[in-house]
């Protein structure tokens, strides 16, 4: 089982005890390659002339990944937040219920 797909809702403890070390070796390797290519676009943002084309395009593209990250946190907020005014109105749905019955 590939580790994106248990990350979803665990902490960073049961995630490790759940990890095989397979897992954790190709978690560990993608941490790497992410970290390694944010190092080489910073150290190409610092060798580039500010004013080059090539400069502006990095900076738009580190823009728009951030933004794009940014709007899916949004989305998963919006959808947690759905997802717990429906589960308080089942809940008061039940309630109502129980109330019902105890009247009759």
């Known amino acids: ?29 993608n941490v790497r390659e992410r970290k390694q290519k944010k ?22 593209a580190e823009r728009v990944k951030k933004g794009k990250k940014a709007e899916d946190h949004r989305q998963r907020k919006r959808k947690a937040k759905k997802m717990a005014a429906s589960m308080a109105l089942l809940g008061k749905d039940d309630q109502v219920k129980l ?5 009759i």
């Open 39 to 60: 190092k080489e676009v910073a150290a190409k943002l610092e060798t580039l002339p500010k004013d080059s084309s090539e400069y502006k395009q990095l900076l738009e």
């Open 99 to 103: 109330e019902y019955d105890k009247k």
């Open 1 to 29: 089982m590939r580790y994106e797909k248990k990350v979803k809702k665990m902490t960073e403890s049961e995630l490790a005890e759940t990890m095989t070390e397979e897992d954790r070796s190709e978690y560990n390797r």
